[in-house]
């Protein structure tokens, strides 16, 4: 079965074998791509939140303090263990680099992997649609 036309705002240009997930494996809307297929969760570092290495500009709406703040309550909701995503094993090839930080996504239930899903209570208590 075939899915519906690609949105315009998917549009790639590949250089060599096309991957069709960056055609059809997005979606718009409340709970944005969740609502397709269900990623890990890890969440942002602080440099995440700086200045682009590249220069770029960056204007977060919040603090990497406001966020780290919200981590234990999303684990909550995703019915994840709490507690780091570091991995404590160092690879010998990396141990030199102060930079490398190996970390391990934490995985939800499929059933949760959808964020308006998870969120629908909270989302209705607002008047929000997903459709």
Known sequence: MRGPDPHPLNEAVFDGQPYQGALRGRRRGLGGTTAVWGGALLPFLPCDLDSHTAGWPVDWPVTYQELEAEFGEIERLFQLQSGPYEVEEVLTAHEANQHFMLRSAKWPAFRLRNVA?????????????NG
Do not use: D, E
């Open 117 to 129: 899903r998870v969120l629908a209570s909270a989302i209705r208590s607002q008047g929000l649609a």
